[in-house]
């Protein structure tokens, strides 16, 4: 919230330097409000990933007894992991995405 100092200080802008001041504020939020979305879109695709790693795991061994999966780690690379490290793994990048987001939202 603006104090009471700063919103004398706006009373005496114009609307030319109040236009420019939201302006800068709109470039300032914008890049945070789009990394806001993208974690928001990673953390539902991570959980969509476990979950599905979650079921995986827990079918009866249709797959000739597959006891690992290919996890991508990020720019094209995958490592192969069992299904519990790899789940493991989704839900680390899960919780670390949640976490970055918390601390985002706390700067908007």
Do not use: W
Not at 30 to 53: F, G, K, V
Not at 85 to 96: M, T, V
């Amino acid at each position: 919230m603006a104090s009471s100092s700063s919103r004398g200080e706006m009373k005496k802008m114009g609307i030319d330097k109040l236009k420019a001041l939201k302006e800068q504020a709109d470039l300032e939020v914008n890049p945070l409000q789009n990394s806001l979305n993208n974690i928001r879109t990673a953390t539902a695709r991570l959980d969509a990933a476990a979950a599905a790693l979650n079921d995986l795991s827990s079918t009866s061994r249709s797959l000739d007894e597959a006891d690992e999966v290919l996890v991508d780690i990020g720019t094209g690379y995958f490592v192969e992991k069992t299904m519990d490290d790899g789940n493991d793994y989704c839900q680390r990048k899960i919780h670390l995405l949640k976490s970055n987001f918390d601390q985002l939202f706390e700067v908007i």
